[in-house]
């Protein structure tokens, strides 16, 4: 079984804008743990363009089937890599492609949407 982790990423308005993306691009996903905002926030980079956006950590904004950032922060150490896998408007829906491993207590939500 192979199991996928989606996010959706925000923010873009405010650095590059989602154009500086293209489906199956890699980025690379940072915790920011000095983010006033969000002691739990995800910067999405691209070198050398820099931080494009952040990880979508409101559940009442996370779309379907896409975890917030607090659901996998714990399972990567400082930094870890994705892929554009979707391009909206004003939101991209990126797949991490490395992960060092997947919170006990996550491991059942995941099984919950994988197979739906």
């Known amino acids: 079984m192979s199991i996928k982790i989606f996010a959706a990423m925000m923010g ?5 804008g989602a154009q500086a993306l293209q489906v199956g691009d890699t ?7 000095n983010n006033r905002l969000d ?3 995800i910067k999405v980079v691209i070198p050398p363009i820099g931080k494009v956006g952040y990880i979508v950590n409101d559940v009442d904004k996370v ?5 917030n950032g607090a659901g996998f922060y714990d399972a990567f150490h400082q930094q870890t890599c994705a892929k554009v896998r979707f391009i909206l408007k004003d939101i991209v829906i990126i ?3 490395e992960i060092t491993y997947i919170p006990n207590s996550q491991i059942d939500s995941i099984r919950g949407w994988q197979f739906r």
Do not use: T
């Open 95 to 97: 797949e991490l492609i």
């Open 39 to 41: 002691e739990q926030a």
């Open 63 to 67: 779309p379907q089937g896409c975890w």
């Open 27 to 33: 980025l690379f996903l940072v915790k920011d743990p």
């Open 12 to 16: 873009m308005d405010n650095d590059y």
